[in-house]
């Protein structure tokens, strides 16, 4: 079920990584030109976007790289659970994956309310 789009569910995913530390930051930096919303987390902590921060901030370039790696694996993992689609070779929707998605249809992996996985979907 993908009941939040993409953009609100990196905010959730931040919010949690952010709660799931030892030690609580007082500031955090996003690569980006928008801001989670951390109203909810149990301690103050201001936010900052930054514009092509993958380019200009240390700290977003390795954990851009860090994220790019744990997603390469887990995409490596779900070529095994459902090959056919692709997984492992490239991470985006292609034209060749539309063919898969036809073929097969879409997987449980897969994020229905994505328009070309949506046409693919037979239900």
């Known amino acids: 079920m993908?009941?939040?789009?993409?953009?609100?569910?990196?905010?959730?995913?931040?919010?949690?990584?952010?709660?799931?530390?030892?030690?609580?930051?007082?500031?955090?930096?996003?690569?980006?030109?928008?801001?989670?919303?951390?109203g909810d987390l149990a301690w103050p902590c201001t936010v900052e976007?930054?514009?092509?921060?993958?380019?200009?901030?240390?700290a977003i370039s390795a954990a851009s790289i860090l994220?790019?790696?744990?997603?390469?694996?887990?995409?490596?993992e779900l070529e095994v659970r459902y090959p056919?689609?692709?997984?492992?070779?490239?991470?985006a929707i292609h034209r060749r994956d539309v063919a898969a998605l036809r073929r097969l249809g879409p997987s449980p992996v897969h994020r229905r309310s994505f328009a070309p996985v949506q046409s693919c979907d037979p239900r």
């Open 67 to 76: 994220a790019k790696c744990a997603r390469d694996a887990c995409m490596r």
């Open 2 to 38: 993908d009941a939040l789009n993409i953009l609100q569910a990196t905010f959730l995913a931040m919010r949690r990584a952010l709660q799931a530390l030892g030690a609580p930051p007082s500031h955090v930096v996003v690569d980006g030109n928008l801001c989670p919303d951390l």
């Open 49 to 58: 976007a930054v514009v092509r921060g993958d380019a200009t901030v240390p």
């Open 84 to 91: 056919g689609y692709g997984f492992a070779a490239h991470k």
